[in-house]
């Protein structure tokens, strides 16, 4: 499953109509979705009490990398359960690892969101810098990208972003400001 937050992870897997009463006892339920380390262990538990297995997967790579099979997937989780799930999940991940136990996947999803909102900012400044002196940006960021300025960000949300583009950048500021206060929650 991939859903928004919390409340919307609860919402599917509890009660009579929610996933876990639907599951029969040895399946595994992957949650794709970028939520809290507490939920993953909270679900953890409560599927594990009804014999399934459960791993917290969160993914990174937006809508393109879920198209072409190039995800990253951060897993939390009890080996047996992962090892199950992981020939599923490579088929659509460049990189799939269990990190640690349950709730280790949000965790490193926190640190990679982490990364993410500050490489975006720090790339906005640099962008607006380079404008208010008058660089040419298209000059400028094919000669940084190919240098220790070089990111994912930059090669694929730069022109958006100068263009101040909000509709470019294929995640939700909305999502992000959700994520960042998982982190600051954590």
């Known amino acids: 499953m991939c859903v928004g937050n919390d409340d919307d992870v609860r919402s599917v897997v509890y009660g009579d109509n929610g996933v876990l009463a639907g ?15 507490t939920v993953a262990r909270e679900v953890h538990a409560k599927a594990k009490e009804r014999g399934i297995g459960f791993v ?27 090892d199950r799930a992981k020939p599923v999940l490579d088929v659509y991940a460049k990189m799939c690892a269990l990190i640690g136990g349950p709730g280790a996947g949000q965790l490193t999803k926190m640190v990679n969101q982490l990364c993410i909102a500050g490489i975006a900012q720090s790339l906005a400044e640099a962008l607006a810098f380079a404008k208010r002196n008058d660089l040419d940006l298209e000059k400028v960021v094919s000669v940084i990208s190919k240098g220790a300025a070089q990111t994912w960000q930059m090669d694929n949300r730069w022109k958006a972003m100068s263009e101040m583009k909000v509709e470019g950048f294929g995640f939700a500021i909305e999502w992000m400001r959700k994520d960042m206060n998982i982190c600051l929650d954590q």
């Open 23 to 37: 599951m029969r006892k040895g399946a595994i339920l992957v949650d794709h979705t970028t939520a809290s380390a």
């Open 56 to 82: 917290d997967a969160p993914v990174s790579g937006g809508q393109a990398g879920a198209v072409n099979g190039q995800l990253g997937i951060m897993c939390g989780g009890e080996q047996a359960d992962f």
